[in-house]
């Protein structure tokens, strides 16, 4: 028979047990550990539970104190002690919860290109551990550049190293789609040699016997079409394989590794100007513009000669880090020094002279620009564009005004496209009084507006919510004798067909459209069905679908709803 355990019991037993127990064979000091083991038989009987003595004594038997070879009081080993109960197992897990959420929140906060992301991620103190890694990848699973870069980040970290489960995590990530195996298929491969070897770099010879197989299996193209075309290649094969693996680097914006691994195998595998390149595009989309000139520089001793296209990157960088003075000593260099393929266009001069109206510089736009025209450069449709847009963007609406004039004065008055290319812009931004005012003064300066203007102005009217408006002008269109086009039908119906009390009138229009014979494009033909579907009109369902049938055979209804399938496919992991 059972006999009920009582309090001066407990009390003896404890006291006969502290005093038996013998000194351990070694002096050397053990810390108590912090957290001793909860009982949950004590908590049915809230008297035992209450008592503090006995607390102490069961802490005591639990998890005894030796400090050298004497018993530690229980009121020592009490004190600064925490006691592990249901309640700091959740506070733990809420911790651990809380500083990934932290990580988490600084990498995206600083996933941008110009941020330094790795130097923010240092001044957070933490523990990095493995569950934690995953589950921040697993959340940066569809930003694989950015996951890469965190993931590079962790491997560095001074207490911690990558786990096959990271390893296998990032290497999902970079493969789950065919572009993605495309253009990380390289790190993948790095990422297994390290995780199998576990090791935290790759050599040097490894690397190039990654490279040259991967040559061989995947790059065979360039090769055969050498060989075809009769063509001495001087370069090593494994350097266009080298230069996928940079590339990919450069666009996660690990631009220093990758320095640091050009600066490894150039001495076994010869760099060529598409090294240069990747490099010089690496450091200014992380807007570094002075180790973006130093490979620039390196490049040219090399005796590879840039293209404009690298001149127009670097003077771009300049322009958006602040730097207009060194854009414009290189837009020098380039006149002075150009050739054929390196000397500036006029993407080229409407990035200077974009940089120069946002920072209100307007004289010295001006000046460019009548440079420009002296050189024999003459603006194209783009160069406006570009200038009027970056003008618009910044709110310099009056600057681009006088740009207008001043292309006037210097006989170069402008044309029905630039004005499209400013209303364009206008309208896009759904400028909507200054848009009307520009068409006014279209009108004053005897320039007659294009239906590609009238279409520019019904897209913003219907963007902006005013129906009336869009009629009025396609009504202004009929008064001035401006034939509509198909575009025109397509944009016009459209729009009606998001005004919830115009779709009767898109209809109309739409069998105005089929009365008249016009193609319209497939993807709108698509379109309109599904609209029809909506508001279920059968009977215009199938005018559209026998009219469509007409101008379009069913091999490429076929095909295009293959490929729509196919796209839909492809994102919908995104």
Not at 333 to 345: D, I, L, Y
Not at 517 to 540: H, N, Q, V
Request: hydrophobic residues 35%; proline residues 4%.
């Amino acid at each position: 028979m059972l006999r009920r355990l009582s309090l001066s019991d407990v009390l003896y037993k404890t006291r006969r047990f502290s005093r038996n127990v013998s000194s351990p064979p070694f002096t050397k000091y053990r810390p108590p550990l912090t957290h001793a083991v909860h009982f949950d038989c004590f908590n049915k009987c809230s008297k035992i539970h209450n008592c503090l003595f006995l607390t102490s004594n069961l802490a005591l038997l639990v998890n005894p104190c030796f400090r050298r070879g004497s018993i530690s009081s229980p009121a020592s080993s009490l004190s600064g002690r925490r006691f592990c109960t249901s309640e700091a197992f959740e506070s733990e897990e809420t911790s651990d919860s809380d500083c990934t959420d932290k990580v988490y929140k600084t990498v995206m906060d600083y996933s941008n290109p110009e941020y330094q992301m790795e130097e923010a991620l240092d001044k957070l103190v933490f523990k990095l551990t493995t569950p934690m890694v995953v589950e921040i990848l697993e959340r940066l699973r569809f930003e694989e550049k950015i996951a890469f870069r965190f993931f590079n980040w962790a491997g560095h970290h001074e207490h911690y190293s990558h786990e096959p489960d990271s390893y296998n995590k990032m290497i999902d990530i970079l493969s789950s789609t065919k572009y993605k195996v495309k253009q990380f298929r390289i790190i993948c491969d790095l990422l297994d040699y390290m995780k199998r070897s576990k090791k935290s770099s790759v050599p040097i010879e490894v690397l190039l016997t990654i490279l040259r197989k991967y040559t061989e299996k995947h790059l065979t193209h360039l090769q055969k079409f050498a060989k075809k075309k009769k063509i001495r290649v001087k370069t090593q094969p494994e350097i266009n394989a080298f230069n996928l693996l940079m590339d990919a680097m450069c666009k996660c914006c690990l631009v220093k590794d990758a320095e640091d691994m050009f600066k490894r195998v150039k001495t076994k595998v010869k760099p060529n100007a598409d090294t240069y390149n990747i490099l010089f595009f690496g450091w200014c989309r992380v807007r570094n513009p002075s180790r973006a000139m130093s490979v620039l520089e390196d490049m040219i001793n090399m005796g590879h000669t840039p293209e404009s296209f690298t001149y127009n990157t670097a003077i771009d960088t300049f322009c958006r880090a602040g730097m207009l003075s060194d854009a414009a000593k290189l837009l020098e260099f380039m006149k002075k020094n150009g050739t054929t393929m390196s000397s500036p266009t006029a993407k080229t001069y409407a990035i200077m002279m974009t940089a120069l109206v946002q920072n209100d510089r307007l004289e010295e736009c001006f000046g460019i620009l009548k440079d420009m025209i002296d050189s024999g450069c003459l603006p194209d449709v783009s160069t406006y564009k570009e200038l009027i847009e970056g003008m618009c963007l910044s709110g310099k609406i009056e600057a681009a005004y006088k740009f207008l004039e001043e292309m006037g004065r210097t006989g170069y008055p402008p044309d029905i496209v630039t004005y499209n290319c400013f209303l364009k812009v206008l309208c896009d931004n759904k400028n909507r009084d200054e848009a009307l005012a520009l068409f006014k003064k279209m009108v004053e300066v005897n320039c007659v507006p294009s239906v590609q203007t009238y279409n520019i102005l019904i897209v913003m009217f219907f963007a902006i919510g005013d129906s009336e408006g869009a009629f009025e002008t396609w009504s202004e269109m009929e008064r001035r004798g401006c034939a509509r086009d198909t575009e025109t039908y397509c944009v016009m119906i459209e729009g009606l067909f998001g005004c919830g009390d115009s779709r009767k009138d898109a209809v109309l229009l739409l069998e105005e459209v089929i009365n008249r014979g016009m193609k319209l494009p497939y993807k709108k033909f698509d379109t309109f069905l599904m609209r029809l579907s909506e508001i279920g009109d059968l009977r215009a369902i199938q005018r559209l679908s026998e009219h469509m049938r007409k101008l379009y055979n069913p091999a490429m209804a076929r095909r295009y709803a293959l490929s729509q399938k196919r796209k839909s496919m492809s994102l919908r992991d995104k």
